[in-house]
């Protein structure tokens, strides 16, 4: 975004997104300010369906929106989908998120996932946690079968630096090895607006 347009950019995915909480199998969707780059956000966006999302999409309310397009507010790096395929569910609220891009490596889904569920339980376990969500990436093209998305939801970098010094992720490192996958990607961001059903 550029930065003399945060706001009127803030404002107008404000108005989608307000939009998109009274569709059928809306879940929610979050605004994220990255902590490395001040003009970079992340927008996420979460349905019950891939069918309810293309239902929204062909929606009288949508297409009235989209054909008044925002000119100059952002420049979309990324669009993807991705289907959750692990979930690990916290106590707390999450104002803080840690994404993370991964290739799951030689021992497959299964490997990889077994893996990371003993990362959610030291997550759990040293606490302030919102969420911890791994994602399939839903690639039509067949380009990136092997990719993973994590996005882990925190109440602030306090929790998230707690976790990291947990001698329960320090055991879980230990017994992953060096042949475990490292993540190609890590990146921080701040909550900015969350959006949830407003059926």
Known sequence: ?????????????????????????????????????????????????????????QS??????????????????????????QVAEGTSSGQFTVRNLYDIGPAGWDGFLAQRRGFDRAALTSGGVQALTTYRRLDRNGDAPNEALLLRRWTGRAAYDRYLEH??????????????PRPAVTECYELVVEHLPQR
């Open 60 to 85: 009288d309310a949508q297409k009235a929106f989209a054909a008044n397009p925002a000119v100059g507010l952002w420049q979309n790096l990324l669009v993807q989908e991705w289907e959750d395929v």
């Open 167 to 180: 001698e329960d992720r320090a055991a879980c490192v230990a017994a992953a090895g060096e042949s475990a």
């Open 1 to 57: 975004m550029p930065l003399d347009k945060h706001t009127a950019a803030i404002a107008r995915l404000t108005q989608l997104h307000g939009l998109m909480s009274q569709a059928p199998g809306f879940v929610s969707a979050q605004m994220w300010r990255y902590l490395g780059n001040a003009t970079q956000y992340l927008v996420t966006r979460t349905w019950g369906s891939a069918a309810v999302h293309a239902a929204y999409r």
